[in-house]
């Protein structure tokens, strides 16, 4: 008579063994479906950015093999590589543009305002983004109403200063309003950086008998090379690329930049695609080259600022 209920519980011990083996089954097909699926977005993301990487990389390759076309070649062929590659144009580009002296013009005001707006905007977002002051607020929303200024409304009354006082034809005609013009946008990026750092590696410099010139140099400074990065690739393709503050500023063949330069090959009767490409691929080198050494550290400080401690 005892043995019919351990009988009874034997089957439903089975039974209930083959439904457990069945919900097992079933996790693994959820799983299994489910790293398909995160397998196929990865897949297609990746895909995404393919796509995205040879849109964004066409137009460069697409000039330097323009570069090397002729004119005839350029309308004929537009899309396609060269028939014969014509090395002589980026010759004929250096020469006739005196690409050489307008590289060099480029260079000294490009670097000159790029470490004048790193020094102001790195001490500038120092000082507010630590220390509180009376009218601190007023004063961050006045550098960043800077930032809604249209820069081409500025053109005559800054040439009407520059010419009381001196300045045009000079390299200080560029180098003065490209920094003014810049500084709201890198306060702002600094500032924002400079709140992700911790305070308390400030307070145990401070302890160590560190000033605030100390830490600022010895601490905060090293600490800030990704933000600086970042400032300095976007202010150099500004500065490196500016047409209109050229054009109105300098009349001077000497002092002319590199933009300036390119606008040579073309006139009120035509244009000369082939040395214009030529000219364009010589000048949008040095911007690739820099962006090439500072890519990792722009990285950093573009996202840095958005992670708070």
């Known amino acids: 008579m005892k043995i019919e209920p351990a009988l009874k519980t034997g089957v439903t011990n089975d039974q209930s063994l083959q439904k457990g083996n069945g919900g097992n089954g079933g996790m693994r097909r959820d799983l299994s479906g489910r790293q398909l699926a995160v397998k ?6 990746k ?8 849109i ?18 350029f309308f004929n062929r537009p899309y396609g590589l060269p028939l014969v590659w014509m090395k002589e144009n980026i010759v004929r580009a250096w020469e006739l543009g005196h690409m050489g002296r307008a590289m060099v013009n480029s260079t000294i005001v490009t670097l000159a305002a790029v470490v004048l707006t790193i020094l102001l905007s790195v001490l500038a977002a120092y000082v507010l983004a630590r220390f509180p002051f009376r009218f ?10 800077g930032m809604l200024i249209p820069i081409h409304s500025t053109l005559v009354p800054l040439f009407i200063i520059m010419n009381k006082i001196h300045l045009l034809d000079t390299y200080g005609a ?10 709201p946008i890198a306060i702002f990026l600094a500032m924002a950086y400079m709140a992700s750092i911790p305070r ?10 560190n000033g605030w010139w100390g830490i ?8 800030c090379t990704p933000i600086i990065a970042t400032i300095s690739i976007l202010a150099f393709l500004r500065f490196w690329n500016d047409f209109s503050f050229a054009l109105v500023f300098i009349n001077t063949q000497a002092l002319k930049t590199l933009p300036l330069s390119l606008s040579l090959f ?17 000048a949008v080198l040095p911007t690739i080259v820099v962006y090439l050494i500072l890519q990792e550290q722009i990285m950093k400080g573009m996202v840095a600022g958005s992670i708070k401690g």
Request: no cysteine.
């Open 200 to 209: 308390e590696i400030e307070e145990a410099a401070m302890i160590d008998g």
């Open 266 to 282: 073309s006139d009120g009767f035509g244009t000369d695609y082939s040395l214009t490409m030529g000219a364009m691929a010589i």
């Open 40 to 45: 196929g977005l990865s897949g297609l993301g």
């Open 174 to 183: 560029l180098i003065l309003p490209y920094t003014a013009f810049e500084l």
């Open 216 to 223: 600022f140099g010895k601490i905060v400074l090293p600490l």
């Open 47 to 54: 895909l995404l950015l393919l796509v995205y990487s040879v």
């Open 136 to 145: 601190k607020k007023a004063v961050v929303g006045i550098f960043l109403a």
């Open 56 to 73: 964004t990389l066409y137009p460069l390759y697409w000039l330097f093999i323009s570069a090397f076309k002729t004119n005839q070649d």
